[in-house]
């Protein structure tokens, strides 16, 4: 029964990009949150009963404990999405260390990360965007540095900083997500 629930979850986990933004775009956070929980759930139980090296299954769990973390900062609760999302990190820091690339994932974290952070620390935040946005550019993931770029330049106008430095990140961002027709991140950066 423990591989049937694991496989159900290691499927679920395999969309959960696609799900996560689909739940995100729709503010359906609580349906979001709740499937994330779920999934953690089922792999924390089907990690246990495996073997203590890391593996694929901890590779999906950081990746479904980030989405929770990111639904948990769009509900509210930032205590539980920065402890959510550390998780995930550690998570990924064992895998990193059993050589495996967690490069893609490590950028997601961070970018959220930072959301989680932005409103009580900017100065905490802009590292973890710029990390992240630097990770995106080094997997070659077009999507995810305009929106490393969009947060940044975001961060800045809310600091009051309007000048030159804002409006490169942004354009930046724009001119991203104009090369990948990404209409909404088009409206996003705008």
């Known amino acids: 029964v423990l591989d049937t629930i694991a496989e159900s979850a290691l499927a679920l986990v395999g969309a959960s990009d696609c799900l996560g933004w689909f739940y995100s775009w729709l503010g359906r956070y609580q349906e979001g949150e709740a499937a994330c929980r779920m999934v ?6 089907a990690e246990e009963a495996a073997e203590t090296k ?14 929770q973390g990111f639904f948990s900062k769009l509900m509210g609760r930032t205590e539980l999405a920065h402890q959510l999302l550390q998780r995930s990190l550690t998570l990924l820091e064992a895998l990193e260390l059993d050589g495996q690339d967690i ?36 997997v070659d993931d077009l999507w995810g540095a305009a929106n ?16 030159s430095e804002t409006k490169r990140l942004l354009e930046e961002s724009l001119a991203l ?14």
Do not use: C, N
Request: overall charge positive; proline content about 2%.
């Open 177 to 190: 997500r104009r090369e990948l027709d990404d209409r909404r991140g088009i409206t996003h950066s705008l």
């Open 54 to 67: 890391p593996t694929e299954r901890q590779r999906l769990l950081a990746k479904a404990l980030a989405w």
């Open 103 to 138: 490069r893609s994932e490590r950028a997601h974290v961070l970018l959220q990360m930072g959301e989680v952070t932005v409103d009580s620390s900017r100065e905490e935040a802009k590292p973890l965007y710029e990390q992240s946005l630097v990770l995106y550019r080094v």
């Open 40 to 45: 953690t759930g089922q792999l924390v139980s």
């Open 148 to 163: 490393a770029l969009a947060s940044l330049g975001i961060m800045g106008r809310r600091l009051g900083f309007y000048g």
